[in-house]
T-cell receptor, first 113, second 112 residues
Framework: DAGVTQSPTHLIKTRGQQVTLRCSPKSGHDTVSWYQQALGQGPQFIFQYYEEEERQRGNFPDRFSGHQFPNYSSELNVNALLLGDSALYLC????????????FGDGTRLSIL | KNQVEQSPQSLIILEGKNCTLQCNYTVSPFSNLRWYKQDTGRGPVSLTIMTFSENTKSNGRYTATLDADTKQSSLHITASQLSDSASYICVVSARGNNDMRFGAGTRLTVKP
């Protein structure tokens, strides 16, 4: 039973570029959340998707957008990259409305030059 | 100000020793509190989850406590092992929505 998988594992971009990160949830999960984790900090909530709709959003600008597909997988898109966007981007999945903990992927390490 | 504060920021202990990590929160209304372990370069993994009515929960050598009145939680690690070296993150959820607040974590290093 595969857990949460994310791709790519590492990515290097330059300022102003655009990036797309991908996430496949754990089998049986229908909800996907995205987090940004700066070095030495806890994860910061970006947004959550369920039934292909954004259900909740954290304090992130519109440069951060996402999508969820019918198979529950999800993408995170970031436009006009800034140096400050360098971070580990984590995807977590869960069952909507459930009380079980989220399962996290190992993240995508994004570096902006 | 973060609604979840963890202390200490970092901690170094010798293998075999015990340690206790602290988490104070202001999230309200409270739904549940979770402790996660995050190894370097990996995603967080859930250790324990506690609701309002629970004041202690164990998972092997990890024991979490919760005092909902004082809004404090602790994670006690017994007989530490080198593999316990990781960041430990406290996450508090508010009742009524899916809002989860993450602490900045405590970085634990266990030395031989």
């Amino acid at each position: 039973d595969a857990g949460v998988t994310q791709s790519p594992t590492h990515l290097i971009k330059t300022r102003g570029q655009q990036v797309t990160l991908r996430c496949s949830p754990k089998s049986g999960h229908d909800t996907v959340s995205w987090y940004q984790q700066a070095l030495g900090q806890g994860p910061q909530f970006i947004f959550q998707y369920y039934e292909e709709e954004e259900r909740q959003r954290g304090n992130f600008p519109d440069r951060f957008s996402g999508h969820q597909f019918p198979n529950y997988s999800s993408e995170l898109n970031v436009n006009a990259l800034l140096l400050g966007d360098s971070a580990l981007y984590l995807c977590a999945s869960a069952v909507w409305g459930g009380n079980q903990p989220q399962h996290f992927g190992d993240g995508t390490r994004l570096s902006i030059l | 100000k973060n609604q979840v504060e963890q202390s200490p920021q970092s901690l170094i202990i010798l293998e075999g020793k015990n340690c206790t990590l602290q988490c104070n929160y202001t999230v309200s209304p409270f739904s549940n509190l979770r402790w996660y372990k995050q190894d370097t370069g990996r995603g967080p993994v859930s250790l324990t989850i506690m609701t309002f009515s629970e004041n202690t929960k164990s998972n092997g050598r990890y024991t979490a406590t919760l005092d909902a009145d004082t809004k404090q939680s602790s994670l006690h690690i017994t007989a530490s092992q080198l593999s316990d070296s990781a960041s430990y993150i406290c996450v508090v959820s508010a009742r009524g929505n899916n809002d989860m607040r993450f602490g900045a974590g405590t970085r634990l290093t266990v030395k031989p």
